[in-house]
């Protein structure tokens, strides 16, 4: 029974209110990752789960025990941060075992939890290094490892892999993937980099300006993102955003020259004259015969080709389109030259539109 929940959690420095007000539910197992640009009360948010933080409002419960007032040693959580500061003096072993020594447990049982950490971890053949002789990835695995022989109810991690170079930061996601899938635990985990929140989450808890914007798995935010902040926060490259208006008709005017038929989705949704946002991604616009094979309504399009990133299996191609600049994407691309005009299709079905003012999702 280790869910957590926060029911109107509120955190207030001084007259600043950095978290309004929040409420999650997060079942027993469930991987969850806020994730939000920097500064949306993310860590405020972890730090008062862990109990690091005082809480100004509202109830956190781990296991169905109200921890507002407990101390951290009291809450059965292990906690995972960016900075992993191993005592460099101690062996592997040693490092492992400490929060247990520390605790006074008996050598048998440090003895056990330290060769199953290890052997979960991939440990088991530096257990007599020093930290000063492991890689960076490894040393991070350390951490892990002193956060699971305490065998907490839940982990917690603040941007654990923020200090690892970009190849090492994909490797470690997929261990602390795995870990999860061994050791099964609930765990909570902040990044602001939404590409390990993808990756990582069994479900994403989108913040911004200490409110939740949006939470659900991380399909439901690619692909029907609340409002905008959504829409281009999640996924990469970022959603297209073009301005247009709604036509008489319940049509799409895209700048000056561009009219194509309502998304499926949008319909019912909109009223003529209304100021819209037009969104979709670069695998949404593709040049013909450079696509998979798709179904649904299809918006022919010419345009021309401003620049290109090749990345090996596809190339993003930069376009303006309806005065803004755009990426489409190529599959088993070709070489392109700048200038080129090439025929695009849009896969309007998975088009979205978006009220420009309050910048919310328009869906019928
Ligand atoms: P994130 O983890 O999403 O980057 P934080 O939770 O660290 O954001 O911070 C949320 C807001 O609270 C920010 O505006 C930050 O400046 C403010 N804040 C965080 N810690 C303190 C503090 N100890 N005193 C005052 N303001 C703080």
């Keep these: 029974m280790t869910e957590v929940t926060l029911t109107d959690v509120i955190k207030r420095y001084g007259q600043h209110q950095a978290v309004h007000g929040i409420n999650l539910d997060i079942q027993d197992g469930e991987f969850v990752v806020l994730v939000g640009p920097s500064g949306c009360g993310k860590s405020t948010t972890l730090r008062m789960i862990a109990g690091l933080e005082d809480i ?9 025990r109200v921890v507002n007032d407990l101390p951290p040693r009291e809450r059965n959580i292990s906690m995972v941060f960016q900075n992993y500061a191993l005592y460099p003096h101690m062996t592997v072993r040693e490092n492992l075992g400490f929060s247990l020594k520390i605790a006074k447990r008996p050598e048998a049982e440090i003895e056990s939890a330290v060769t199953e950490a290890a052997q979960i971890l991939g440990l088991d053949e530096l257990l007599e290094r020093k930290p000063a002789a492991l890689s960076g990835g490894q040393r991070q695995r350390v951490a892990m490892g002193r956060a699971i022989v305490r065998q907490p109810d839940v982990f917690l991690f603040d941007e654990p892999l923020s200090n690892l170079d970009a190849k090492l930061r994909t490797q470690m996601r997929v261990e602390i993937k795995k870990l999860h899938q061994k050791v099964g635990n609930t765990v909570i985990y902040v990044t602001h980099d939404q590409v390990e929140a993808m990756t990582l989450a ?15 798995t991380p399909l439901d935010l690619f692909n029907a993102p609340v409002d905008t902040f959504v829409a281009t926060f999640i996924g990469s490259p970022p959603m297209n955003l073009v301005d247009g208006i709604v036509t008489e008709t319940g049509a799409l005017r895209l700048g000056d ?22 969104g979709f991604r670069a ?7 450079h696509s998979v ?5 299809m918006a022919p399009l010419e345009l021309e080709v401003a620049l290109t990133e090749p990345l090996g299996t596809e190339t993003l191609l930069f376009a303006e389109f309806a005065g803004r600049e755009v990426q489409a994407k190529m599959l088993n691309p070709r070489p392109v030259q700048p200038g080129e005009r090439l025929p695009f299709h849009l896969m309007l079905d998975k088009c979205h539109v978006f009220d420009r003012k309050s910048g919310k999702a328009l869906r019928g």
């Design 283 to 289: 695998d949404n616009l593709m040049p013909d015969g």
């Design 257 to 278: 020259h561009i009219t194509l038929p309502m998304p499926s989705e949008a319909r019912g949704a909109v009223s003529p004259g209304q100021e819209i946002s037009f």
């Design 202 to 216: 069994d479900r994403i808890v989108l913040m911004r300006d200490g409110h939740i914007v949006q939470t659900g």
């Design 293 to 297: 094979e798709e179904s649904g309504q």
């Design 56 to 64: 100004s409002g509202g109830e956190v419960k781990i296991g169905g």
